[in-house]
Structures are given as C-alpha cells and as structure tokens.
T-cell receptor, first 112, second 110 residues
Framework: EAQVTQNPRYLITVTGKKLTVTCSQN?????MSWYRQDPGLGLRQIYY???????DKGDVPEGYKVSRKEKRNFPLILESPSPNQTSLYFC???????????FGPGTRLTVT | QKEVEQNSGPLSVPEGAIASLNCTYS??????FFWYRQYSGKSPELIMF????GDKEDGRFTAQLNKASQYVSLLIRDSQPSDSATYLC??????????FGKGNQVVVIP
C-alpha cells in the first residue's frame, strides 16, 4: 500500500529537549515536505526536499532542521523545542514536485 | 508574501444541494491551484488541481479558475454527508512550494 508514515503520532515533551519526528514514504517520491497546521493559521510549509541531500526552507523554518540522507526518509528535528512549536505536523511527498502530494497521518506535538 | 484567502465561515448545505467555495490569491505569478479535503482529525487529501482558466470537472467536483480576477472556486454538486469536511485551497507559486488558505468548513445536512 502506497503511504507516508510518521512517528510518533503523538508526543508531549518539555522545552529544550531535542526530538525527531520521522517520516517515510514507500512511493519512491523525490519531493518531500514538512508542514505545520495551527488553528487560524492553516497549513504552513517548514522545509522541503527535492531529492537526496537537497533541502530548502519553506515559510516557517526557524527552530527546525531536516535531513534527506535516503530518498524514502525525511526526518524533522527540533533541537530545542519551545512551546510555540506546539502544533500538528504533517509530512507529505510527491513524485517530483508539490503537485499531487500525499500527506502522512500527522504528528500532534505538545511542548510544555 | 504569497497569500491565499478563504474568508467564508462554515458553510451549511442541505443534502443534494450544490456547495460553493471560493478562494482568492495575491500573487499573479501563481501557476496552479489545488483543492484539498481534510476530514476532522485526518490529513489533507488532494481532490483536484487546475492551471488553466475556466472549469475543470471531476465527478461531482468542479474547479473554476479566473486568473484575471485571481480567484479559484470549488463546486460540489449533489452534496452528500460524506462531503462534510474542511476544504483547503492552495496555490503553487514556483520554487516547489505551495501556499495554503486557512480552509472552509462544509457541513452537509441530511
């Protein structure tokens, strides 16, 4: 089954404790992206990647890091999480662009 | 700043009626436009995209694009309770990035 998976699905953590949210896709897609979704603000892009070792900033990259060492994986790293990063995070992938993106199930992160 | 506006409040429509959603965008350079559906607690899923002026139909869904007026709309014909969801409009403005609107909630009343 073609899918994008994210782990964990739910995470409660404390300020400053480094965390990683994993994202994996099994569709051999070149394009992958991370979004956050907040009430009243909609979906905002954090980072995206066009291929292995090729990443670039989206609209709200501050406080986040990403890496793309393998085509299928695109982890999101929060080196020092803060409460304003409490949000619902989605990973998405597309064959070669953001057209026809498939979204993962989401990760609900709470930073206290 | 690339902005996509979806200003309408929740839309309630009776079952079988047409639901009409509108979206405006600020960047005339935007090339293509997307409609996503998001059920409560779920991830967005693509309904359709449009890049040429005019209408594009896919089943009960019709997307309409007017680049001169910078708006995109989505019509849902014969609305069903399963269409109750939030609909997200997005614009592609190059650099492999999308800008999303905040979404419009649709409630189909049986």
């Amino acid at each position: 089954e073609a899918q994008v998976t994210q782990n964990p699905r739910y995470l409660i953590t404390v300020t400053g404790k480094k965390l990683t949210v994993t994202c994996s896709q099994n569709m051999n897609h070149e394009y992958m992206s991370w979004y956050r979704q907040d009430p009243g603000l909609g979906l905002r892009q954090i980072y995206y990647s066009m291929n292995v070792e090729v990443t670039d900033k989206g609209d709200v990259p501050e406080g986040y890091k990403v890496s793309r060492k393998e085509k299928r994986n695109f982890p999101l790293i929060l080196e020092s999480p803060s409460p304003n990063q409490t949000s619902l995070y989605f990973c998405a992938s597309g064959r070669a662009s953001p057209y026809e993106q498939y979204f993962g199930p989401g990760t609900r992160l709470t930073v206290t | 700043q690339k902005e996509v506006e979806q200003n309408s409040g929740p839309l309630s429509v009776p079952e079988g009626a047409i639901a009409s959603l509108n979206c405006t965008y600020s960047d005339r350079g935007s090339q293509s436009f997307f409609w996503y559906r998001q059920y409560s607690g779920k991830s967005p899923e693509l309904i359709m995209f449009i890049y040429s002026n005019g209408d594009k139909e896919d089943g009960r869904f019709t997307a309409q694009l007017n680049k001169a007026s910078q708006y995109v709309s989505l019509l849902i014909r014969d609305s069903q309770p399963s269409d109750s969801a939030t609909y997200l409009c997005a614009a592609y403005y190059g650099n492999n990035r999308l800008a999303f609107g905040k979404g419009n909630q649709v409630v189909v009343i049986p």
